[in-house]
């Protein structure tokens, strides 16, 4: 389809939505790693950044968009505004990241 244009913003500069189709959306849920718990649990003994679950929940931020991508291209559209993230615990040592938008095709605005 070209090129995909994901943005937190409603509008596009130098685009305008041509028509909306819809709710898109990615999801991923993400458990840790028993290695990985084991070196968290000793540097928040420490204190400071907990690389591994930041790496971990990155990875996991690019899945949800990614997918909701996908839906939106589904959809037929070839962009996504409006873009919102979503965290919540699902268990302990599981975190859903969810990522949602406003699937619309746009098509450039003609320069004068």
Excluded at 28 to 54: P, S
Aim: aromatic fraction near 8%; charged fraction near 25%; hydrophobic fraction near 45%.
């Amino acid at each position: 389809m070209g090129e995909f244009i994901i943005t937190t913003t409603e509008k596009i500069p130098g685009y305008r939505v041509v028509e909306v189709k819809g709710l898109a959306r990615g999801g991923i849920v993400r458990a840790t790693h028993v290695g990985r718990d084991i070196m968290a649990f000793f540097k928040n003994l420490k204190g400071g950044e907990v690389q591994e679950y930041t790496q971990m929940l990155a990875e996991a931020r690019e899945e949800a968009l990614r997918r909701m991508r996908l839906h939106a291209e589904d959809m037929g559209a070839n962009a996504v505004i409006g873009v919102r993230f979503m965290t919540s615990a699902v268990a302990s040592g599981m975190a859903e990241i969810y990522a949602y938008g406003t699937a619309v095709v746009v098509e450039r605005v003609k320069e004068e």
